[in-house]
């Protein structure tokens, strides 16, 4: 049996359990993190699913000596990695005291959305995010040669032919795996700027050293999670506490059993304490081509386990770095919204919007309207919509310069477009062209309804 086999090989045959994978966003609000967990059997709906945590401490979401983030369950989609009855669980972050964390962008979003005029309006939204795929070792876009630039931008924009279209199997595999998922997409195109057992099996050893690497790298732990049936009833928690003391007092005879070369991980650095001393208390879980090594083997070997009825309960990925799509394929996904300087496109995120009132008869004054109402709101807009958009937004490069604000009829160059067919059926959308390629879609979406519904000026 091949490594292949294992990474395809379909656990519901002898088993019920299933994964369900948890994603969230990290600390820099723009890079996704998620872990896996198994669960009894097939879910349908996001209530159904536990809580659970992470280490916030490891994303930049909290301190280490009270690290616990937790997560909520918000959405799930069909999984296209594993496929069978397996989950994507979509969450958001908050503190254990229930409130949402800083980097939590869905919950103010959720606020706005409930509100009755946005409710009543019924807002549609179609993001075009662009994004660039960068070679994994040098970091530069794919098809460009290695320290060169090709040829003038322009025959590159929804192109074809292996001097056009770069990455195209890659697009391809995330727009059916989108599909597959059951997300909404609408489309893709080519953009204007070119773009142990199973170990041995991959031809990889498997180490199990506790610090296969000297200097500021996270070790190597087999952290072990333990409770007794008074533990888990009513009052346990004195139990635990009891149960701590225990281990401190016998500290030094633990230490001595838990693994050779132990000393040059447990530093009291890297999210460890000192060897000589006892304390208790209340790149990890990445995802991409330059963060999350070796998920094939990983995810085979979880696969495997639970084929062989091994009681696995989950996996991530740790502190010490070893979008999915684009991990499998080697490659960088970059949401830079202007990756390479000079006479290039940027990337954006355009961001299509329509309301009811937008979409019925007459609509084409409310789309004015609200064009009316982000125009005096610009600045703020401008400061929610992305990091580094100043290089993008020249007036160059069919973008409208970020300083100033504009809008026009089939207009590129303009902060907002109205497409020919909604000036001529005088009902229909409007294109926001403002929002950078890593815009936080929870923050843009939940303000454009603000401003253009809620807000009365």
Not at 219 to 243: F, L, P, Q
Request: glycine share 12%; with cysteine.
């Amino acid at each position: 049996m091949s490594l292949s086999d294992l990474i395809n090989l379909d656990v519901s045959s002898s088993t019920d359990k299933i994964i369900a994978e948890y994603i969230w966003i990290g600390g820099s609000g723009m890079d996704l993190r998620s872990k896996a967990r198994t669960l009894p059997g097939p879910v349908s709906d996001p209530s159904e699913l536990p809580k659970w945590n992470y280490d916030g401490s490891s994303t930049n979401q909290a301190p280490g000596d009270d690290s616990e983030v937790i997560i909520y369950p918000q959405a799930i989609f069909k999984d296209p990695f594993r496929r069978g009855n397996n989950i994507l669980v979509m969450c958001d972050s908050y503190t254990p005291q229930g409130a949402p964390i800083p980097t939590n962008k869905r919950h103010h979003a959720a606020k706005i959305f409930s509100q009755p005029d946005v409710v009543e309006e019924e807002p549609w939204y179609g993001i075009e995010q662009e994004y660039t795929l960068l070679q994994k070792d040098i970091k530069w876009p794919l098809g460009w040669p290695t320290g060169g630039y090709p040829a003038p931008q322009g025959p590159y924009y929804c192109g074809t032919g292996a001097d056009k279209a770069f990455g195209r199997d890659i697009v391809d595999a995330h727009y059916k795996a989108c599909l597959y998922a059951g997300i909404n997409i609408s489309g893709t195109n080519g953009e204007v700027m070119p773009g142990q057992r199973i170990t041995e099996m991959a031809g990889v050893i498997l180490s199990f050293d506790p610090k296969p690497v000297p200097g500021d790298w996270n070790g190597a732990g087999a952290h072990t999670n333990y409770s007794t049936k008074s533990m888990r009833a009513d009052g346990g928690y004195e139990v635990i506490k009891k149960a701590i003391g225990k281990l401190e007092k016998k500290h030094i005879e633990h230490i001595a059993a838990y693994g050779e070369g132990n000393e040059r991980r447990l530093t009291g650095k890297h999210e460890t304490a000192d060897i000589k001393n006892f304390k208790w208390g209340p790149y990890y879980c990445g995802t991409g081509a330059d963060k999350a090594f070796g998920r094939d083997i990983v995810d085979a070997h979880y696969k495997a386990c639970l084929y062989a009825g091994i009681n696995i309960s989950g996996t991530n990925g740790e502190v010490m770095p070893g979008q999915r799509i684009t991990e499998m394929a080697g490659v960088i996904l970059s949401f830079d919204p202007k990756p390479v300087p000079g006479d290039w496109n940027g990337a954006g995120a355009h961001t299509n919007y329509s309301t009811k009132s937008m979409r019925a008869d007459g609509g084409y004054e409310v789309i004015k309207k609200a064009i009316g109402k982000l125009e005096k709101k610009h600045i703020e807009h401008i400061a929610a919509y992305g990091e580094g958009n100043e290089r993008r937004l020249t007036g160059k490069h069919e973008t409208a310069d970020i300083k100033n604000f504009k809008w026009g009829v089939a207009n590129r160059g303009a902060s907002v477009r109205v497409g020919r067919e909604t000036e001529r059926e005088k009902k229909g959308y409007f294109e926001d062209r403002r929002p950078s390629s890593n815009m936080d879609p929870y923050v843009v979406t939940s303000m454009i309804a603000e401003t253009t519904i809620i807000w009365k000026p």
